[in-house]
């Protein structure tokens, strides 16, 4: 029974606060390319392929270098200034990967003009609002 309760979290399983932050990290970067679609008259719904080759490669870039950064570990969620610091990295890499992924020969798409520099410009400001809003909440209830 002292297992089921405990609050800390030794054998690297995610918690539910943990699950929760990257699914709605997923969600809010996701909604960005899409509403980024969107402005270029694309239709996500009449063209969900087209929609998937272009979220895809920057979720893999998010999931992996967000893991990598430490953006998941525990307690960076409460701390204001660490959260900014690892969001910020972990997004500016993962931009870059999923730049990368884009214009390799696996994803249909470029990077090329003022891309680079919307979609990880935008992508820092939804997520490190999101994440710094939260630190904000997450430390003043403790």
Known sequence: ?????????????????????????????????LVGQRS?????L???L??????????VGWLVMAALA??????????VTRTARVTTVAWVAAANVG????????????ATGLFPLVITGFGLLVLGGWRIGYAAYASSRS
């Open 40 to 44: 270029h008259g694309i239709a996500p």
């Open 50 to 59: 087209a929609a998937l080759e272009t979220v895809i490669p920057f979720l």
């Open 1 to 33: 029974m002292d297992a089921a309760v405990r609050s800390s979290n030794p054998g690297g399983a995610l918690d539910r606060e943990t699950i929760a932050l990257g699914g709605v990290d997923v969600a809010l970067l996701t909604g960005m390319i």
């Open 46 to 48: 009449a063209e969900p």
């Open 99 to 110: 730049l990368i992924l884009r214009a390799s020969s696996l994803f249909d798409g470029g």
């Open 70 to 79: 430490g953006v998941y570990a525990p307690g960076v969620s409460s701390s």
